[in-house]
């Protein structure tokens, strides 16, 4: 055992000492929290430049000032003005586009146009939309004499916004949110697939670097073969659960930074906006102490709100239980690849006779990330199901379920039947590997390799 | 006694056979020859030796007792194929060959020292092995094979890639390793290194031991009656009753015969009559070489 820890040592530090194992490690996490934070930075950088719009129509009379000014545009209502001449002139005129209302506003959805020079941004359209539609919508209401109408519409005015919660067998309830899961779900499959093939075939790499360099024969005049493989395979795994953890920490890291500053400080009040109770309990506030604290909700940047929510409801996901489950898939998934491919490193002269093994090992890890990828549309389909019990894809699909919620029996069926299989494959590889790492200049086959299989000591 | 002891071993690889039943004994504090065409099997038994595979039949002894798996410690391989771990720091290097072997860190870092400074390879030390030369990575290895003190060290072509002072740095090496104890087990194509440092030899053909014993009687009994005479001067003689003639040739105002006696009468009546041909510079007992009896046995086999 002292021998194997040897090995253990030597694959562990000649590997993370690599520059390219630092560089990677860094980078990685980096790259990862930029997917989650880029978004948001994007929504708060959004095209900030102020935009004059003409509002030009005969429909336009009606809806004078019905179109508020934001802070990013100001909308100029002209009155006869020839529209083929403002066409022509709008950008000289300092325009940036001409919003066309034509009478038929009311009735026909179509009646209004938005011509500018570039692609108008979807938050200008959106808030020109709302407000018409508000402003038709009053002005419709006014027709039935409402009396106190405006307090009346002031009073009714909700946000509603559909929560998801699961609840758990003991009645325990969690806010969730679908696209969290399928984002988690989506990392957690690919990163799986991506780190059992990439320390797997590191492994294949260090065993014909071995047999190639004839380094191997020094070593097994003193460890036995089987002490070399597990050596270097739980050498590789160690590295492999170090980056893993790295990514993790500093992953969590830079989003938590992220979240503290630029979140919090753009953002005040957007927990009382948050949930559909306190708009209410606001609401309610606003009619009894008057309008000093009316407009403060609606300042409120909606989709900052919304990736704050996003937030919060990623940490609502069971991530002990998704980390754990990653582990352990990660070190039985990776044990089952890491042998096969030390198997077939054994087998070869060099990397490129790999080709004609690798096809049909290649195959089962594109199949379990199809499948993972399907998973996310459909987590409880049969197909999904199976594919997170055969010990080849498990470690892809299962992690693709399991953000969805998936019952513990089959989690643990599935980590039984991997176990068992990846023991099993280790103890064929053992048997492949002995004898092909003293092999050189024989062209290997499958059947060449059935044969070493069944060759004793 | 004999340190090692191999009896009846027999190895086969699907249907090749690769050693059938070699028995070799050998004695303590000898250095022992390994001989054979390529492909014989000589690396099949070295790899039972050292158990990297084990022998479908047969027995191994070392020190009389059944060769067991912690005994890889009490031995020494140097391979053919050389094997280093290229982008690996010569130092470092060494020291996990030697944790491997069951030293301590402390403990082979002093050995290390030492033989670094032997060998004069010491600003080597934090080198990677792909910036060494051939001969420097040999040194690396030789040290790495022995750094354990080995009882029992098998060397597998140790002078290959050496210049002749290196190849005789090594040599003296070995000398002195089997002066400290060691029996040593040499494995070469080499046959004038054979007859140099050898004491016994196995020679191995086709999976079979087909010449064994101490390489001073092999070559006296190889040729025995056979006398190489050297006269001075341009000497021709016949062919009589007493003696054959081998070979003549002249050379530099030098010729030298080699004749066998055919009746059994001493030498010096031989000289005697040989006297009367010309000026005898020399006369001695015909020793073919190692290599000559190497090519003819197996010649004779095949």
Same mark, same amino acid.
């Given at each position: ?21 630092? !560089? ?151 806010? #969730? ?56 395979? &739980? ?27 630029? &979140? ?89 006779? #790999? ?27 049969? !197909? ?26 089959? !989690? ?46 | ?13 699907? *249907? ?11 004695? $303590? ?74 030293? *301590? ?16 390879? =010491? ?33 597998? $072509? ?28 040499? *494995? ?5 290194? =054979? ?30 009656? $056979? ?76």
């Amino acid at each position: 055992m002292n021998k194997v820890s040897v090995i253990i040592k030597r694959e562990y530090v000649t590997r993370v000492r690599k520059k390219s194992f630092i !560089i990677m490690t860094l980078l990685a996490p980096v790259f990862m929290a930029s997917m989650v934070v880029l978004p948001t930075l994007l929504m708060l950088n959004k095209d900030k430049q102020f935009k004059k719009i003409a509002v030009v129509g005969d429909g336009a009379v009606v809806f004078k000032n019905a179109i508020t000014n934001t802070k990013d545009a100001e909308y100029v209502y002209l009155d006869n003005v020839d529209m083929n001449d403002l066409k022509k002139n709008f950008q000289q005129a300092g325009y940036y586009g001409i919003l066309y209302i034509s009478p038929e506003v009311s009735t026909t959805p179509n009646a209004i146009q938005l011509f500018s020079k570039n692609q108008p941004p979807i938050d200008l359209l959106e808030h020109i939309e709302s407000s018409l539609e508000k402003e038709i919508e009053r002005q419709k209401l006014l027709g039935y004499n409402i009396k106190d109408l405006d307090d009346i519409l002031k009073s009714i005015r909700t946000k509603v916004s559909v929560q998801t919660i699961k609840i758990d067998d003991s009645g325990k309830a969690t806010e #969730t949110s679908t696209g969290i899961a399928m984002a988690v779900a989506y990392i957690g499959g690919f990163l799986m697939y991506m780190l059992v093939f990439m320390f797997g075939a590191q492994v294949m790499r260090g065993v014909i670097e071995e047999k190639t360099s004839r380094v191997v024969e020094v070593i097994v005049s003193s460890v036995k073969p089987v002490q070399l493989m597990m050596g270097k395979i &739980l050498g590789i795994a160690l590295v492999g659960l170090t980056q893993f953890l790295i990514w993790i920490f500093l992953t969590a890291a830079i989003v938590g930074v992220v979240k503290t500053t630029v &979140l919090k400080k753009s953002s005040v009040g957007v927990v009382t906006q948050m949930i559909p109770q306190s708009v209410m309990a606001d609401n309610q506030l606003q009619q009894t102490t008057g309008t000093t604290s009316a407009n403060k909700p609606a300042e409120v940047n909606p989709q900052l709100a919304e990736v704050s929510k996003m937030f919060d409801n990623a940490m609502n996901q069971d991530w002990l239980l998704i980390i754990t489950s990653f582990i352990f898939y990660f070190i039985t998934g990776y044990l089952l690849y890491a042998s096969i491919f030390a198997a077939i490193g054994s087998a070869v002269d060099n990397e490129t006779e #790999t080709q004609q093994f690798m096809l049909p090992v290649t195959i089962p890890i594109i199949l379990g990330l199809f499948v993972a990828m399907g998973t996310m549309q459909n987590p409880e389909s049969s !197909i999904s199901f199976w594919f997170s019990m055969i010990p080849l894809t498990s470690p892809i699909v299962m992690m693709a379920r399991i953000p969805f919620g998936v019952p513990y029996w089959q !989690i643990a069926v599935s980590m039984v039947i991997m176990i068992i299989t990846f023991l099993a494959f280790v103890w064929m590889a053992a048997k492949v590997y002995r004898t092909g790492i003293l092999m050189y200049g024989k062209k290997s086959s499958w059947k060449e390799i059935w044969k070493w299989l069944r060759y004793s000591g | 006694m004999s340190l090692f002891e191999a009896r009846n071993v027999s190895k086969q690889f699907g *249907s090749f056979k690769a050693l059938d039943n070699v028995s070799i004994s050998v004695p $303590e504090q000898c250095i022992y020859g390994l001989l054979g065409p390529n492909g014989a099997g000589k690396t099949t038994l070295i790899r039972i030796i050292n158990q990297i595979t084990g022998p479908d039949t047969g027995e191994l002894f070392l020190n009389g007792k059944k060769l067991m798996p912690e005994d890889v410690l009490s031995i020494g391989y140097l391979p053919e194929e050389r094997g280093l771990y290229r982008k690996m720091k010569v130092g470092e290097q060494a020291l996990y060959f030697a944790q491997l072997k069951g030293l *301590s860190k402390a403990e082979a870092m002093r050995r290390l020292k030492y033989w670094f400074k032997k060998l004069d390879i =010491v600003d080597w030390w934090g080198k990677k092995v792909e910036e060494l030369s051939k001969g420097m990575q040999q040194k690396v290895q030789f040290i790495i094979t022995i750094l354990h003190e080995p009882r029992l060290i098998i060397f597998d $072509e140790p002078f290959t890639g050496f210049d002749p002072l290196n190849a005789n740095t090594i040599k003296n090496e070995i000398l002195f390793l089997r002066e400290r104890g060691a029996t040593i087990i040499f *494995s070469t194509h080499n046959m004038a290194s =054979v007859e140099e440092l050898c004491d016994n030899i196995t020679l191995i053909n086709k999976a079979q031991t087909i010449l064994e014993g101490s390489v001073d009687e092999i070559r006296r009994n190889w040729a025995a009656n $056979e006398y190489d005479l050297v006269f001075n001067g341009d000497v021709k003689i016949e062919e009589n009753g007493q003696y054959q003639i081998l070979k003549q040739e002249s050379d530099n105002g030098i010729s030298t015969i080699r004749l066998k006696t055919t009746v059994t009468i001493g030498t010096n009546e031989i000289l005697n009559n040989l006297m009367k041909s010309g000026t005898i510079v020399s006369f001695n007992p015909a020793l073919p070489s190692m290599n000559e009896i190497f090519i003819r046995v197996v010649e004779s086999k095949n």
